[in-house]
């Protein structure tokens, strides 16, 4: 493989709502550039991008693939990453690790609601960044309108470079603003490019449109405004230099039109990113520790980051990074900082989609993977052990959707529990815990067609299927005031009986205090030495309650009396004497159940506030305040975990997709008396059907 110097690389992320063309674009790059030979299509399962088998039957892409092709000198590695929200963890991944990004739009959609979250991703890490308005062959397609929604949403500096030549079945080329040229296409963009005046009834347009550039490059800097206020003009390359200022400083975003199905303007998108995206030479990378910035110097000590972990069945983990000082090489013994261990790197790849080719070395500014790494994971830092450096880890979101899952067959569990820890190191947005309170296995993602594409991955790799439920509510018992009761223990069997007495007295505790145990004997009337056995008898009761079965929590308990025999009293009888009193006192104590209430924070468009709200309320949610956030609302509410069920799913429908919402364990409230009761009998029943 070529060796690319720093200045000679371009790193891109193309990110977009569903269905804008971003596979096709990748594929209409890769084949322009002749780095496959021919176009693939998503209809028939052979793109060289979304090559997974859930790719090809859904047709949708699931996980970002990188794929590089060589234009005029220059390397470009593409990250093509999923439109569907579900999928978010590998859109934020290959953000992390690009110098700009390309937010594709379509011709006859304008900004969707993808376009607006991938524009915060973008935003949040001040990536340079252009748009490419796809599908210009589309029936209701229009570029004006959609230049001037994209201006709408994100200010005017969203500046047009290439402009269509025609629009819908009429759309055969482009005209590059910026030199003054136009192309028509033939053959659907698979046969001849030809260069053609400017068609006159355009020739306004592009003067306008030129006319702005210039005012915009002439801004970056004092000569360069010199330069035009004499001239009125500037050579094509000053102004390229200062449109390249702005769109380094994320102030200018350039936007050029595609048709990537027919593979019309694929060159012109690679000229606009070589002519306006940043190399890894012009920017620095945030690293944690007393080197804040990290420059791309591809002599300096080796610097890398694991930002994705893909796993083939004849491969293993390949592990894909991106270089960021030094040069990696085949062999070569490298340092993990986050498990402060070493390992030697095996065979590394240049990535092309679904294909990859072998490489001695990766050098500074690129991406690339490598197989056979024992300990190291996403996230994980190489670097050379004399010259530590750590990079931040990628800020995945928190999951929004929780089942609980269990396998169709008994024998299944291992295999289910192997899968599950597989699959988790590879997508750090899906989870999975354990709970033994409720005895389910819970498993949490981004959305139902996430766990939808989970669950595939285990019955396709481990051969296991598995049924998705309802999660247990992990409901608590309590008391609300104070009672007493004896719990006497007396059996005869032959030969030395059982025989332990007690009194114990329990109050309510304030919500979170949990257990408190009081010894209040006076004058030996339980032994001292049956007293822990009491406690023992006390605490076991109260992990299986009372009323329904859930924990008993915030009682104190005092053991005041009792009686004893000296000779069958023992541990185990006081112990069951302890469960017996408490169990009895709780019944006059007027027991309640506590659910557990969620902090939860939605964040939505003013539209659609209404419905957000009244539908919190509906699921019994409080809501505790309100803010702006740009051109979404932020909802603060507390709402009953129960209530939470797929309420991802509901909130994408109510919103129209904008809405998003985090959550997080606030407290333990009581159970409004008529759902308590439900829930009684319901953990009734259920006991009744266990037992029979």
């Given amino acids: 493989m070529k060796e690319y110097s720093p200045d000679k690389i371009r790193n891109i992320a193309l990110v977009a709502h569903q269905d804008t063309g971003k596979t096709t674009l990748g594929e209409a790059l890769l084949f322009s550039t002749g780095a496959i030979s021919r176009m693939g299509r998503i209809a028939d399962g052979n793109t060289a991008l979304d090559s997974s088998p859930d790719e090809i039957a859904r047709q949708i892409t699931i996980q970002a693939a990188l794929a590089f092709c060589e234009f005029k000198g220059y390397k470009i590695n593409v990250l093509d990453t999923p439109g569907y929200e579900d999928f978010v963890g590998e859109v934020i991944c290959s953000l992390d690790v690009v110098e700009g990004a390309v937010i594709v739009v379509r011709a006859d959609g304008g900004v969707e609601v993808g376009t607006e979250k991938v524009w915060t991703y973008v935003r949040e890490r001040n990536l340079p960044s252009a748009f490419c308005i796809n599908k210009m062959d589309k029936e209701h397609a229009s570029f004006k309108t959609t230049v001037e929604q994209l201006r709408s949403f994100f200010g005017p500096k969203v500046l047009p470079v290439i402009i269509p030549i025609g629009e819908g079945e009429s759309f055969k080329g482009v005209v590059d603003v910026i030199r003054g040229k136009a192309y028509e296409y033939s053959g659907d963009g698979l046969g001849k490019v030809t260069e053609v005046a400017v068609p006159a009834d355009m020739k306004d347009a592009v003067a306008e449109w030129r006319h702005e550039l210039l005012e915009t490059a002439a801004e970056s800097s004092e000569s360069l405004m010199e330069k035009y206020l004499e001239t009125e003009t500037l050579p094509d390359d000053e102004l390229i230099k200062g449109l390249a200022a702005g769109v380094h400083g994320g102030e200018v975003y350039p936007v050029f039109c595609t048709c990537a199905e027919k593979n019309i303007g694929a060159e012109h998108f690679l000229q606009t990113v070589v002519d306006f995206m940043p190399s890894p030479a012009q920017r620095s990378i945030a690293a944690m520790g007393p080197q804040e910035e990290v420059p791309c110097d591809p002599k300096g000590p080796i610097a890398a980051f694991v930002f994705k972990n893909m796993s083939e069945s004849h491969v293993g983990d390949m592990l894909f990074l991106r270089v960021y000082r030094g040069q990696l090489s085949n062999g070569k013994d490298v340092y993990n900082v986050n ?354």
């Fill in 339 to 692: 498990k402060q261990t070493g390992e030697r790197l095996g065979q590394m790849y240049c990535i092309q989609g679904k294909t990859r080719k072998e490489t001695e070395a990766l050098g500074a500014g690129d991406l690339g993977a490598v197989v056979k790494l024992k300990n190291t994971k996403i996230g994980d830092s190489l670097c050379d052990k004399s010259k530590q450096l750590k990079f931040r880890p990628t800020d995945f979101p928190k999951p929004s959707i929780f089942s609980a899952i269990e396998g169709q067959a008994k024998a299944d569990e291992e295999k289910i529990g192997t899968g599950l820890n597989r699959l988790v190191e590879e997508d750090p947005t899906f989870s999975v815990q354990v709970d033994p309170e409720i005895r389910q296995t819970l498993i949490s993602g981004q959305g139902e067609l996430h766990l939808d594409v989970i669950t595939g991955k285990l019955k396709r790799r481990f051969g296991v299927e598995v049924i998705l439920s309802k999660p247990r509510i992990p409901y608590r018992e309590t008391i609300k005031k104070s009672a007493e009761a004896q719990g006497k223990y007396k059996k005869q069997s032959g030969g030395r009986g059982q025989y332990g007495d007690v009194w114990v007295k329990i109050e309510p505790l304030p919500r979170g205090a949990q257990f408190e145990f009081v010894d209040g004997i006076v004058g030996g009337v339980v032994p001292g030495k049956f007293i822990p056995a009491v406690e023992k008898g006390i605490i076991g009761a109260m992990k299986e309650g009372v009323v329904a079965g859930y924990p008993l929590v915030d009682v104190k308990a005092t053991l005041y009396d009792g009686t004893y025999h000296t000779v069958d009293s023992s541990e185990q009888a006081f112990k069951v004497a302890g469960s017996m009193a408490i169990k009895k006192a709780v019944l006059s104590a007027a027991p309640v159940l506590l659910e557990p209430i969620v902090n939860v924070e939605v964040k939505v468009p003013e539209e659609f506030m209404g419905d957000v709200m009244g539908d919190l309320s509906s699921r019994r949610g409080k809501i505790q305040g309100m803010e702006p956030s740009g051109r979404f609302n932020i909802v603060r509410c507390q709402v009953p975990l129960a209530e939470l069920y797929r309420y991802s799913t509901h909130l994408r429908s109510i919103s129209q997709g904008r809405g998003t919402h985090k959550r997080e364990f606030s407290h333990y409230e009581e159970v409004p008396h008529e759902i308590a009761q439900k829930i009684i009998e319901e953990a009734k029943k259920e006991k009744e059907e266990k037992n029979q």
